[in-house]
């Protein structure tokens, strides 16, 4: 086997590596949401399709 056909095997599993080592997730559950309180005030409802909504424009008072 020549050198270069090993040192870029070589390579490209590094890079390879260090790729999913970068895709992973943290273990600290860094979630932000928090769950609102009190009562639903109003619900809007919104079909969907590929390419649609219906209805294609929403009006409600701010807070909703």
Do not use: H
């Not at 790729?19 to 919104?46: I, R, W």
Request: charged share 15%; hydrophobic share 40%.
């Amino acid at each position: 086997m020549r050198p270069t056909a090993v040192l870029s095997g070589a390579v490209l599993l590094g890079a390879l590596a260090l790729g999913l080592a970068a895709c992973g997730g943290s273990d600290s559950n860094g979630s932000t949401y928090v769950e609102p309180k009190g009562p639903v005030v109003k619900t809007l409802k919104v079909e969907a399709g590929n390419l649609w909504f219906k209805p294609e424009e929403l009006d409600a008072p701010p807070g909703i």
